[in-house]
């Protein structure tokens, strides 16, 4: 597996990895028991002996994660992913593509039940699987661990949503906010806290990664297309991931399965104290901690190239 480098990215994502990903992906729109479809992405590698599930974060998509999945790959594992509901071309309960809406964070827990059973097992056969999860995909990965202790070998926390950073209001304070106003029929409404898509406000500067050119090229997408342009939460979005951190910090002794969990040092999305005390609850956890902000994933080649070695060298020792 060879890293794609800064100075050569657009010319080496548009002309190696996408069309080599295209090549190998099976694109599906499974039909959820609610209503509506889950958009995944398959990339089932004919001679893997390992797989790994694939979980984006809030306002994200499988579409942000090609380059990791093409990495995934290059290293001989198949990868499945999927768009949760709210986010990329799955199902979504509000009109606007900006609003990023969930009734329940177990919705989340549902849909990746039903994807699973529907698409991952399946196409499984009798190999190895893990689990990665970024952010609020973290999350929602712990909890499968939690749920499911038979279904993952191991698993990679990427700055998990343990505890999201909710200023200006203390989390307490906006998870009332959030049970208020959806108490108030208002629980699908844009939150406060968030505005429109505006591609004017979308800069490097202030953005998650530290990477200019990973952060250009899929700014170009999302400018693009306006299923990539999620931005703001609903209030119940807000109720339900301010809700996470208690069940998880109570129920992380219960993972039975090593689990590495990616801190990014200079992350201001969620909680590092509350990541740190999760990992020291499972029996199995491990961190480590990189100079980089919340998308690890799209850190500079520096520390891209640490990361990556530890994942995938983790994932390995499966």
């Known amino acids: 597996m060879q890293m794609i480098r800064e100075a050569q990215y657009e010319e080496m994502m548009r002309t190696v990895v996408e069309p080599g990903l295209a090549a190998l992906r099976e694109e599906i729109d499974m039909p959820l028991p609610t209503g509506g479809t889950l958009h995944a992405e398959v990339y089932n590698r004919y001679d893997a002996r390992r797989a790994v599930v694939l979980l984006h974060g809030y306002t994200e998509s499988a579409e942000k994660f090609r380059e990791l999945t093409w990495y ?15 986010h990329g071309r799955s199902v979504r309960e509000v009109d606007d593509a900006s609003v990023t809406h969930v009734g329940r964070f177990a919705d989340y827990l549902h849909d990746l039940e039903a994807f699973m059973e529907t698409v991952v097992f399946p196409r499984m056969g009798g190999g190895t699987l893990c689990l990665y999860g970024h952010s609020m995909g973290g999350a929602l990965a712990a909890f499968a661990l939690i749920e499911h202790p038979d ?46 898509f505006d591609p004017a406000r979308e800069k490097f500067e202030t953005s998650h990664m530290t990477s200019r050119a990973r952060f250009d090229y899929y700014q170009q997408k999302r400018n693009a297309r306006s299923e990539l342009q999620n931005c703001s939460p609903t209030y119940s979005w807000v109720r339900e991931a301010a809700g996470v951190t208690g069940p998880l910090l109570k129920r992380a002794g219960e993972i039975r399965v090593p689990v590495l969990l990616c801190q990014a040092a200079r992350d201001s999305i969620v909680g590092l104290e509350e990541q740190r005390r999760f990992i020291e609850r499972v029996p199995q956890g491990r961190l480590v901690t990189f100079d980089a902000k919340h998308e690890l994933y799209s850190a500079d080649d520096g520390v891209l190239a640490d990361y990556l070695h530890t994942v995938i060298g983790f994932f390995d020792e499966a």
């Open 72 to 86: 995934l790959v290059s290293a001989g594992y198949s990868v499945f992913a999927m768009d949760h509901r709210g």
């Open 151 to 196: 279904w993952f070998a191991r698993a990679v926390l990427n700055a998990p949503m343990i505890a999201p950073v909710t200023r200006p209001l203390p989390r307490r304070a906006a998870w009332l906010m959030g049970a208020a106003f959806c108490l108030l029929g208002k629980g699908k409404a844009r939150a406060f806290v968030g505005k429109p």
